[in-house]
C-alpha cells in the first residue's frame, strides 16, 4: 500500500495550480490579466478625458447647439468648457442623470463663471490673452465696484464680447437719458470711443490725449486742433468741453481771466463774455487765441 497522505484544503490546492500549470501558459495568463487592467484603466481615463475636457460632450446635450456655435465663433474657441465652467463631479454627473431622465428643452444655471476664473487669463501676464489687471475700465468697474466680468462681457450665454449698449445697463442716463452726449457729430460714437476701457494705468475717463486722437487726425472726425506750445495747453479738454452737459463748450473766459485789458476789451464785451463764449471767440481763435 501506498503511504497516506495528509488530507489538503481547497486552498492549498489552489495554491499547487500555478506549479502544474506550463510556464507559457503562466506567462500568458499574466500578460493577459496586465493587458485587461490597462484596458480598463484606458478606457476609464477616456472617458473621464472625454466628459471633463472634450468640448463634444457638451456638445452631445441636444439643447447645447445655440451655444455651441457661439463659442465655436468666439476667441475662446480653443478654450476646453472645463477650463472656464468648473462644478464637482457629483453635480456634473447630477446634470447628465437631469438630461438623461428628464430630457430638458433649455440649459439650466450651471457652473458659472467667477471673475477669479478669467483672471487665470486676462491677468496672468500672458501676451497670448488681452491683459486687463492695470486697465481704467477694469480698475474701476472690476477693482473698486466689483463687479463680476460675466455682467459686462457676457450678457447671453457664450455671448463673450461687450455688446453696444451694454454700458446704458448701468449708465442709462449717460447713455440715453438726460445725460446722453448732446454734440450732433458724436451721436454715433460709442462709450468706449472716449472712455477707454482697455487704456493701461489711466483714469477711465477721457484725457487729453483721447480727445486729441480725433481732434488732430485726419477727417471726417477733425473739428479742431490744438498745436503744440498753445496757451491752455495745461488745461483738459474737459475743462471747457462736456459733451454730456451742453453742445458747445462750456466755459467763460472771465472764470479765469476776470481782468481783461480795459483798453483792448470795452466793458460791454467783457459783459458779454460773462454770459456767452461767442463773444470771445469772435474775435480770438478757440486754441490759438491768436485774432482772426
Not at 1 to 28: K, S
Not at 237 to 261: L, N
Request: hydrophobic letters at 40%; aromatic letters at 6%; proline letters at 8%.
Amino acid at each position: 500500500m501506498g503511504e497516506d497522505r495528509p488530507p489538503r484544503d481547497r486552498r492549498g490546492a489552489l495554491r499547487d495550480i500555478p506549479g502544474r500549470l506550463p510556464r507559457p501558459w503562466l506567462a500568458a495568463a499574466v500578460v493577459g490579466m496586465a493587458a485587461a487592467a490597462a484596458a480598463l484603466i484606458t478606457a476609464g481615463y477616456t472617458l473621464y478625458d472625454y466628459t471633463m475636457n472634450n468640448p463634444a460632450f457638451c456638445r452631445s446635450c441636444h439643447i447645447m447647439e445655440a451655444a455651441w456655435d457661439r463659442w465655436a465663433a468666439s476667441e475662446h474657441r480653443a478654450v476646453d468648457c472645463h477650463a472656464c465652467h468648473q462644478q464637482s463631479i457629483v453635480e456634473s454627473a447630477r446634470q447628465v442623470i437631469v438630461f438623461v431622465v428628464r430630457q430638458p428643452q433649455r440649459v439650466g444655471r450651471h457652473a458659472e463663471v467667477p471673475a477669479a476664473r478669467c483672471r487665470t487669463c486676462h491677468a496672468s501676464g500672458d501676451p497670448a490673452w488681452i491683459q486687463v489687471a492695470r486697465t481704467a475700465g477694469h480698475q474701476v468697474h472690476a477693482e473698486r465696484r466689483q463687479i463680476e466680468c460675466v455682467t459686462c462681457h457676457s450678457t447671453g450665454i457664450h455671448r463673450i464680447r461687450a455688446v453696444a449698449d451694454v454700458c446704458a445697463r448701468c449708465h442709462e442716463a449717460q447713455a440715453v437719458g438726460a445725460r446722453a452726449v448732446k454734440i450732433a457729430q458724436m451721436a454715433d460714437f460709442h462709450c468706449v470711443d472716449c472712455h477707454q476701457y482697455l487704456r493701461p494705468d489711466s483714469p477711465l475717463r477721457p484725457t487729453r490725449q483721447t480727445c486729441l486722437q480725433c481732434h488732430q487726425g485726419l477727417p471726417p472726425r477733425r473739428t479742431a486742433g490744438f498745436p503744440g506750445g498753445a496757451p491752455h495747453t495745461g488745461f483738459a479738454c474737459s475743462t471747457c468741453h462736456k459733451p454730456h452737459e451742453q453742445a458747445r463748450p462750456v466755459v467763460t473766459c472771465v472764470s479765469c481771466h476776470p481782468a481783461p485789458a480795459p483798453a483792448v476789451h470795452p466793458a460791454a464785451v467783457v459783459a458779454a463774455a460773462a454770459r456767452d463764449f461767442a463773444a470771445c471767440t469772435s474775435c480770438h481763435v478757440p486754441h490759438r487765441w491768436t485774432l482772426r
